[in-house]
Structure formats: C-alpha cells, structure tokens
C-alpha cells in the first residue's frame, strides 16, 4: 500500500488539523520545500485522473456490425448479390453502414465522461513552499501541500481546512447541496456523510464567499472526484428494452428463416425430386421473402423522428435507442436540486411578531405576492394563543385551518413587513440582475432571495442604497453568526440592520416590532415559529434593526454585541419545488410509473419538498446512513416502499438505481452533478440538466433536458410510448408482407408449383412498402389513453401473442390473395409475367388497405380520423400507387423485373381484394374487442 492510500484511510475530518498537517508530514508555518514537493510528485504522481484505456476507432467501428439482425441484413445483401440485383444489394448495404457510422459516432460515451470529470479540476492553485507563498499549476500538488483558498477559486485538491475565514463552498456538483456549505476547522464525526464534513474542501468544488487555508490529504485518483471517476469507468451500462427484445426477435427470425428454408430443400430433393439448383435457388428465394430487410431501417427512422420530436419538447437525445426506452420506464430517480427545484433559494414565509406571510412566486425573479397565513393549530385543533405566545394573535378566525391562506395583502399597508425587506435590502452583498428572461444572481443564493422578496415589497435596491448609504460593514463570520451593516439617513440618524442565525440574533434583541410599535421580546413566540418553519424544511434567518441617535462611521463587534436590537422577522427559505414539476409527478404517477427523490440534501428538507411534489399518499423517506446499513436483498426490499432518500453519495445512488433494477424495473435517473454521473451511466435512461448541469453528467447520459425541467421527462416519456407503439404497428405491417411472400414461395415448392413471385419481385415489394407505406406510420400521433396506461412490462416480447396471432392472420389473407390471382391469370390464358405481376399487385394493394387497420391495433379505423388522420399516410399510397404504375407498365421496368401490363378488370378486382382485407380485419377487431370486455366482465365479476 503506497503512503498516499495510507493517508487516505484516515478519517481526516474526524482528526483534528494540527494532527493531520502532523500525519502528511508537513509544516504549517512553511509548508513543504521544494525538494520534498518534488520528490512527493514522482512518488504519487500528477494531481489528475488518469486516462482511460480505449478501443481504436477501426474496434469501436467494427463492433458496430455485431448484432443479429445485421447479421441477418448482410446475409440478404450478399444473397441479393449472387442473385445480380445489384442496386437492392446496394441499398440493404447501404443501410447498415448508415447504421454502422451513427453507433460509430455516438461511441465513447463513457470515455467522454471521465474527460468531462476530469475538465472539473482547478489549472492553478496558491500553495506555501518553503515558506513562502507561490503559485503552481495544480497538476504539482502534492499531499502535504498547505494550499490557500479564495472566493471564486475552484478547490485544486481534497484539502483538509487548517484556517477559515467565513468560508462558504459550492458543493452541489459532488454532494446535492442546494445552497453554499459554510465551513469550519474543527473536527466532525467519523461517520458523518459527505456533506456533513465542515472540516474538508474537496477537489473540483467552487468556493462561494471567504478565505481559507488547508492541508492537501488526496491528488489526482485520490480525491473524492477521483473515486467518482474510478467507480464510473466500473460501471456496466445496460442495454435498452428494445436492443434486448431486438437481439432475442434476431435470433428467432433467423432460426425460424434458415428452418423453414432448409425444411423445403429437403422436401424439393426428397419428395419432388427437383433438381439442386432448382430447389436451391426456391430456398433462397423463400430466405429472401421471409427476412424484412427494411425493418432496421423503418426502426432508425422511426427513432429519428422521435428524437425530432423530443427535441421540440426540450429533450436532446444523445443515443438513438434511448427514445424508445423512456416508454418502458417503470421508475424515475430524480435528483432534487436544479432538477425537481429550480437550484434557486426562494424566501416561502415571512414572520412578524403579529403575523404570518407565504410568499408567492419562485426563483429569483421578483413576481410574486404576500399572502396572510392562518396560524398554527395545536393537536385539538384550537389555535395557539396567549399560553403560548403571551399575545393575542391578529388574524384568526374559526374559518382559518392551519397554514391556508387567509388573503393576499397589500404589503404598502404592512409596516412591520416593510421594515424587514428594507432591512435584508440594505444589509446584503448579493445583486441579481435582468438578463433577456432570465434574472441572475451575483453572491450568495441566500441573500439573492432575500434581495427578491424585498423587491416584492416594491423596495428598489438602488433608491434604498442612496436614501440608507451604507458606512461600514462586519461581514459574516461562521464563528459569531451573523451580518450586520451601519447606515446613515439623511437626517442625521445612525441605522444598524443585523441579520443571521435566529438563535444569535434573538440572543441579542431586547424588543420586537409589533402593529403598535416597540414592545417587549416573547422568545417562547419566536421559538415555537422556527420549530414551525424547521419542520416544513426550511432555513431561517433572523433580522433586526437598531436605532442610533450618534451617527457614528465605523461598526466594531462591541457596537453590535451590546445588543439592545429591535427583532422585526423571520424568514423562511428553501429551494421550492417547480410549479411545472408537480403537475409532471402527477402526470407519471397517472401513467404508472413512480418517482423517487435521490438527493444530497438534508432528509428534512427533502422529505418537506416531496411532500410538495406529492411523491406518494404517505412520503417515506431514508438516509444514507440507513442505506449503508442495509445489504442487497434488504436494499432490493426498501426501494420499493421508499419514496425519498436523502444524504445520498454516488455510491448509494448506484446502489439504488442497481437495486431498483434487480427487481424488473426500467430506470430512469436524472440528475446534475459529477456525484450524479455512475448512477447516470447505469441507469436505463440517464437524463442530464442542460442549463445546470456539469460536462460529467452530461457526457454520462443518454438524454439531456435543455430547460433542465422535470416536466419535460414526462413530455419524453409520452413520446418514448409513442415511438414504441409506431415501432410495433410497423412491425405488425411490415411481417405479414414476409409472410405472405415466404407462404406463397413455400406452398409453390409444396405443391411443384411455378414461383408466383420471383426473388427480384419480393425484394422490389420489400423495399417499396418500407419506404412508402411502413415509412408513413413513423409519424403516428400518440393515442389518446397513452398516458393512462401502465408502463409495459420489461420482459414482454416485441411480438406479442396477439401481435404474432395479427401477423399470421393478415400473412395469409395475403398468401390466398396472391396465390389466387396467379392462379386466375393462368387459367384465364395470361402469360407468366402478367400472372406474377397481379399477384406481386395483390400482396401490395393487400397491404395498402391494411395500412389504415394498422393504425389502431384495436380501435376502428373506418372513420374521418382513420382514414385522414394522418396525412403521411396518404402521401405514402400516392407514391406507392406511382412506383407500382412504372413497376408494371415502365419498359425498363418490365425487363428488370419481368412484369407485365394489366388490364382495367384485373385492377378492379385487386381492389376489391384490398377491401375484403380491410373488412375483414375490422371484424377481428370488434371480436378481439367484444372478447376483451368479456374477460374483464368475468373478472369484474
């Protein structure tokens, strides 16, 4: 074990500094010399993530290729080759090499990740060498390295913090936290999470506000971002629904082709007695038949569309397959900050000494409104009065439940209101500004919301800042808790607002500001409010105001700590939920599919937001600390009743996601930050913030939402359905076009028949209805119910028994079809070629009608939206209706493809054939239909 995995594990947050800087063998006064830097360099390395191994592009190119229904396309290109169709060889090559270059491309996914992760980490870092201050890049730090921190600088290493000064961290890509981390030098517990460490600043986080100085205890793969890489390059991605069901329909295709093929072989030699090459080439003829060489094709341009789709919905797809599982997905695991929530503190309540206020409106933007809440009731549902808050509380009524509303309220008529936001105004840092729709904050989150209520007030900080000139400032210290900034009107009066910790500043208050004026401070009241706002997961904050007759131009702590403030609120803050999330949670709740919060937060304040988003009829919520208890059987067991797992780190979320997969689920997993990125890549859909979102998230996921709304998962899923059902309504079109050409070639050979079709003639019918007819139901719009109904399970077949029984039925409407006709033509005296030709017509006019039955698998499609609803559709039939005029009457054509001319009689009667399909077809619906109520009456009953 080398020294530096020595180092690393020691519980450095749970050790005290002097200790740790001791144990890295370094020197606080003078840090490390340049020579013990040095040697420190070649014996751990360079302070970054080492480069993945990777496949040349001529492998990644190649393994492009190793997939059955490839194999089966290639196959039939070659066979189309010897057979000297050339250009249809031409095409069905063409196809999958298009395929080949699009997973080419997309390709690498992983790799990119770790790049991304790897792009986090700081260029240059202020170190202590050989006593004197210097700066290096940070690629040369070294453990020991005593490293200073300052606002702006992101963190080049994992430091363990040796001297602090109001330092404040931004950890919300390594840990969920939705506001900036105050740190701290003393020591935590050794089983605190990764958030909870106030003593550690780890490597690729921002620093926010303060300054700070700390020993370096991990580099390079030894910090925590590296482990997160480390784990992410171990992760096993998971192949989609579709792939698998493609891979299993593959294979079964080609056994069943190859053994109906090699069945008639046997059967022309032995019982027929035909010649070998007579009988081969009807074998291969039938391989050509059976095999649906536009299905690859009709599939990617199937998906294609759906990522078109999406991407007008705010959903960027980054791999093809992906559009189709986000219709399977049975549970989605979302992150909170930035994704469920806007990533932006929000001031919810504002409490006076007499009342009560919601704030309305989210974010940063200040719309929004004061609302008047009822007060608490206590567990009999009498209203806490003067037993508890020593006062009568305004306001109250029998009408007024606990926490409702009570009226919008014009906050011109509340002075003690006023008097707050005035003072969050003025005694602030924090600017937010106005750029095109967006409004942007500059400093803390906290003081952002604070400056957003006060300009909900009607307060404009400019006007505020020349009426109230600030003089001096104390700035916030973790240690004493608070802010306070000294002010000067133009009267010559002395104004000095403090705002921080509610328990420091009521610590320091004599009076609070009530309806009338002055009056003596109530602790108990103030106390059983924050008990109040804590408990819905909110921070609080304090703010109180004094009154100096001296207009003094300095503030010292003496000044403050004296006390004697007038307490005027306090204000609870949290990162609210989007109005848009909770409408989209119900929205996949209707449709089946769960949603479970996975965060870094505190379980208060998420379980608070999940009670909000409406996760469940009763939210249950775990830590991470309970999940570690817990092994894979027992983990397997709890996700399935959990609805919130809070305090979450990297490994836990995978754990989840691999748990939830364990039972049959399909995952989907959304998320922002690096600490997001395992779990992103493991899950069946990993989704990423576009806005928000880190490189390490993105490049780890399959899709990527451009508005980071939560909302727009649900648009995805709807269109993941809607592309499954397209795929599947194509397949129930395209196979009965295999099996019709497949049955008639095989009854021909059973019979010592004259094919009816030849090879050409089947691939000719093969690529004209991909490209026209099965084309057009790629652009199927949703079904009405598509989000009413549950996720399909993950182990159903691409062919169902109702699709497959579909397939045969029409197959063979299509065998009888075409076999009659060529039949009739013969008997009546028509020449081969004018047989062959009514009967390729038969199959393919046949296929038009059923076109319009496809549209519904069940519901009646004789109707004004069956027949027009979809104008691809009928564009599709005029161009078939065009290439079949030059199929059969086109010279060149004819020679190419042995047709012939038909008359006007023949035509009339494939169309009539085209109608009895129609028909015919609707009819089984109503007894499918009329069958289906019948089995749920039975049950019911």
């Known amino acids: ?138 690629e040369e730090l070294v453990p020991g390295d005593i490293v200073f921190l300052a606002s702006g600088d992101k963190v080049p290493a994992d430091l363990r913090l040796i001297d602090v000064r109001s330092l404040r961290v931004e950890e919300a890509a390594l840990t969920g936290e939705s506001v900036p981390v105050e740190k701290a030098v003393e020591p935590v517990a050794e089983d605190a999470s990764l958030g909870d460490r106030a003593c550690m600043a780890y490597s690729g986080t921002l620093v926010a506000y303060g300054q700070a100085a700390g020993v370096v205890v991990g580099t390079g793969a030894n910090t925590e971002i590296g482990r997160i890489s480390e784990m992410l390059s171990q992760v096993e991605e998971i192949t989609t629904p579709l792939l698998k069901q493609l891979a299993v329909f593959g294979r079964w295709l080609t056994l069943a082709i190859l053994g109906v093929a090699a069945i008639m072989l046997a059967y022309g030699l032995l019982v027929q007695s035909l010649s070998f090459d007579e009988v081969f080439l009807a074998s291969v003829g039938l391989a ?49 900050t930035g994704t469920l929530t806007r990533n932006e503190m929000t001031v919810q309540r504002v409490v006076t000494a007499d009342d009560r206020f919601g704030v309305t409106g989210v974010g940063y933007a200040p719309h929004g409104a ?42 011109q008529n509340e002075p003690v209101l006023l008097e707050a936001g005035r003072a969050v105004l003025l005694c602030n840092d924090a600017s937010i500004e106005c750029k095109g729709e967006e409004w942007q904050l500059r400093g803390d989150p906290t003081e ?170 009763k939210v249950r919520a775990m830590t991470g600390a309970e999940v570690e208890k ?68 993105k490049e780890a996921s399959e899709m990527v939402l451009a508005d980071d709304n939560f909302a727009s998962i649900a648009a995805a899923v709807e269109e993941g359905r809607t592309v499954y059902d397209n795929l599947k309504k194509s397949i129930a079109f395209i196979l009965p076009t295999n099996v019709g050409q497949a049955g008639i070639v095989f009854f021909a050979i059973i019979f010592g028949m004259t094919l009816p079709i030849t090879p050409a003639q089947i691939l000719w019918v093969n690529m004209i209805t991909a490209v026209t007819l099965a084309l057009a139901l790629a652009f199927e719009k949703p079904e009405r119910n598509i989000m009413r109904r549950m996720p399909r399970a993950p182990a159903d077949p691409l062919l169902s028994r109702f699709l497959m029984w579909r397939v045969v039925f029409v197959g063979l409407l299509l065998v009888v079809g075409g076999m009659l006709f060529f039949l009739w033509e013969l008997e009546r005296g028509s020449s081969l070629e004018v ?66 001319g038909l008359d006007v009689v023949t035509w009339l009667r494939i169309i009539g054939f085209g109608i009895i399909v129609l028909v015919v077809v609707e009819l089984e619906k109503v007894i499918v239909r009329k069958a289906a109520l019948a089995a749920e009456a039975r049950i019911t009953s």
């Open 630 to 697: 817990l092994d894979d059987d027992a983990l397997r067991e709890a996700v399935a009743e959990v609805d919130i797992f809070a305090r979450a780190s990297p490994e836990h979320k995978l754990r989840l996601v691999t748990a939830l997969q364990a039972r049959g689920e399909v995952v989907a997993m959304t998320g922002d930050g690096v600490n997001d990125a395992p779990a992103l890549k493991r899950a069946d859909v990993g989704v990423a913030m576009g806005n928000k979102g880190t490189e390490a998230a």
């Open 370 to 411: 004061f609302e008047r809440l009822a007060p608490p009731a206590t567990a009999d549902g009498s209203v806490l009065v003067e037993a508890l808050f020593g006062r009568e509380l305004a306001g109250t009524s029998a009408e007024q439940d606990s926490g409702r509303p009570a009226g919008e309220v014009d906050q």
């Open 288 to 336: 050509v038949a059976a095999i649906p060489e536009g299905l690859p094709a009709i599939m990617t341009i199937t998906l294609a569309i759906g990522v078109q789709r999406m991407a007008r919905r705010n959903a960027i797809i980054r791999r093809l397959p992906s559009v189709e599982a986000l219709g399977s997905v049975t549970v989605i695991c979302s992150d909170k």
């Open 835 to 900: 047989a062959r030709t009514a009967a390729v017509n038969a199959l393919l006019i046949g296929e038009l009608f059923y076109l319009f039955n496809v549209r519904s698998f069940t519901e009646p499609v004789l109707n004004r939206e069956g027949i027009t609803g979809n104008p691809y559709v009928l564009g599709a039939i005029a161009l078939l209706l065009l290439a079949q005029a030059l199929f059969t009457y086109l010279p060149a054509m004819q020679l190419l493809f042995g047709t012939a």
């Open 1 to 138: 074990m080398s020294e530096q995995q020595e180092h690393e594990r020691r519980n450095h947050h749970a050790e005290e500094a002097e200790r740790v800087v001791e144990a890295m063998k370094s020197r606080r006064a003078s840090g490390l010399s340049a020579t013990e830097a040095e040697e420190r360099l070649t014996l751990h390395g360079r302070n970054e993530l080492p480069a993945p191994r990777r496949r040349s592009a001529l492998q990644r190119f190649l393994l492009q290729f190793h997939n059955v229904l490839i194999y089966v396309l290639i196959v039939a290109g070659i066979i189309t080759f010897l057979l000297g169709h050339w250009i249809d060889s031409g095409v069905i090559f063409g196809v999958v090499v298009i395929n080949a270059v699009i997973g080419f491309l997309q390709e690498g996914k992983a790799e990119q990740a770790l790049d991304a992760i790897r792009r986090m980490l700081s260029l240059n870092a202020q170190v202590l060498r050989d006593g004197r201050r210097r700066e290096v890049p940070a």
């Open 448 to 617: 952002g919301a604070l400056i957003t209520v006060a300009m909900k007030a009607g307060f404009d900080p400019d006007f505020e800042s020349e009426s109230l000139p600030r003089a001096d400032v104390i700035p916030f210290e973790s240690e004493h808790r608070f802010m306070a900034t000294l002010h000067h009107d133009h009267r010559g009066r002395a104004l000095i607002y403090l705002k921080g910790a509610p328990e420091r500043i009521i610590e320091m208050c004599a009076t609070q500001r009530g309806r009338h004026g002055a009056e003596d401070l109530n602790p108990t009241y103030w106390h059983g409010v924050m008990d109040e706002i804590a408990a819905e997961g909110m921070r609080l904050l304090a703010v109180a105001v004094r009154v100096e007759d001296a207009a003094g131009k300095s503030l010292v702590f003496d000044d403050v700590e004296r006390g004697g403030f007038e307490l005027l609120a306090l204000f609870g803050l949290s990162d609210p939920p989007r109005v848009e999330a909770i409408e989209a949670v119900a929205r996949c709740r209707s449709a089946g599919i769960r949603v479970k919060m996975i965060t870094g937060d505190h379980v208060a304040t998420a379980t608070a937001i999940g009670i909000q988003l409406g996760l469940g009829e």
